[in-house]
């Protein structure tokens, strides 16, 4: 089997010789064991916390490890009674191709009748964060504005959407003609500005003629100093990611805290930050059935950017945390 792992940390973007794939032999399944085969990698933004040895949430990889990821796979063979070969489940495998894991960890992939990569996108960790997000913390009121970058991707578009269905105005926030056209046309958000037009901070002023009660924070940088001044009084900004600084630098070098600590003051804003892991094990189950059926039928959309090869892994990720993506990544591993 493959496996890539961390050849050492980057400094700034990631290049390619941070990642070494290689070779191992799969290990024999001990009792309470699952042998499963991936078919599926989910490439997401966190991965760049991982590989830098900077304080987080969550401890990093080491040198030489293998870089953590969620995937969908088949088991081949089965040691725990939960499962049987041929099923299809999600675990986090890491960047593997075949892995022998602990049923333990496992959970079958339920979809509602959706496409099986949902459970890493729509349907998965992606749109839980915009579901929990939005709900515990933006709690949206009808005809309020909920702004929301990163629109295309599996959090920005399922933000908007459910701003729409939970009665509120969706503004998107997306880099580039392609992606906007598709955040107002086919997701619906009701405006979409280009983050990347030199009028951006006025655009986005005149979208927004009600000012902003909700801003789902997913880039932060030159976004987060156009957002600020549109922020109404008693605002709620769930942060949820800052992707514009992952590789170490922002886009200004502006020290934004000034200008930040004295909105939140003068505009009593709630400013809270969340890792979805907070929320999952009480209201995944919950999102899955609400949100589930609608993704099925159409009525809430999403669209996957699927990356044939598993070499090709590190390079899709790498384009990734600046916009090269469009539509949840994922790469389709056998
Ligand atoms: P996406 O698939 O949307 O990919 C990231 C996108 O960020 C890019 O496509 C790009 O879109 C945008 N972007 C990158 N750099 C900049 C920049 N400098 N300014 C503005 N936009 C930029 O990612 P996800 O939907 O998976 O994740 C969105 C955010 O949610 C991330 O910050 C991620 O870390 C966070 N997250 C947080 C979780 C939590 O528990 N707190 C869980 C899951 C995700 P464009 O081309 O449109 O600019």
């Known amino acids: 089997a493959q496996q890539i792992v961390l050849a050492s940390r980057p400094n700034g973007a990631p290049k390619p010789e941070n990642f070494r794939l290689e070779s191992f032999d799969l290990p024999q399944a001990d009792e309470g ?17 991982r590989m830098s040895d900077a304080k987080s949430y969550a401890a990093p990889v080491p040198i030489d490890g293998v870089m953590e990821g969620e995937t969908i796979c088949e088991v081949l063979k089965s040691r725990h009674n939960d499962f049987s070969p041929g099923d299809i489940v999600r675990g986090r495998t890491g960047w593997r191709t075949m892995a022998v894991l602990k049923g333990d960890g496992l959970r079958h992939v339920e979809t509602h009748g959706a496409p099986l990569t949902t459970a890493v996108g729509a349907l998965g960790m992606p749109g839980f964060t915009a579901w929990s997000g939005l709900k515990f913390i933006g709690q949206p009121k009808e005809g309020e504005t909920v702004a929301v970058a990163a629109a295309s991707g ?16 969706a503004v998107g926030i997306a880099g580039g003609a392609d992606k906007c056209a598709y955040v107002k046309d086919e997701l619906g958000f009701d405006a979409v500005i280009d983050h990347r037009a030199d009028d951006f901070a ?24 156009a957002v600020l001044p549109l922020l ?43 890792i979805q892991t907070e929320f999952a094990p009480d209201h995944f189950d919950e999102f899955l059935s609400d949100i589930g059926p609608r993704v099925a039928s159409g009525e809430i959309k999403y669209r996957e950017d699927i990356v044939e090869g598993f070499e090709n892994a ?6 990734m945390l600046t916009g090269g993506n469009f539509g949840k990544l994922i790469v389709k591993v056998s």
């Open 33 to 49: 064991e699952v042998t499963i085969r991936v078919l599926y990698l989910s490439l997401d933004p966190y991965m760049r916390g």
């Open 154 to 169: 599996p959090v920005g578009s399922m933000v908007g959407q459910l701003a729409k269905l939970w009665g509120a105005r």
């Open 202 to 225: 006025s655009r986005l002023a005149s979208a927004c003629p009600d000012g902003i009660d909700v801003y789902f924070e997913n880039v932060g940088g030159h976004v987060w100093d």
């Open 232 to 274: 109404n009084k008693y605002g709620r900004v769930p942060v949820c990611g800052l992707v514009a600084h992952y590789n170490g630098s922002s886009t200004s070098e502006t020290d934004r805290l000034p200008a930040t600590m004295s909105a939140i003051l003068r505009q009593s804003l709630l400013v809270r930050g969340f």
């Open 314 to 319: 590190p390079a899709a990720f790498t384009s």
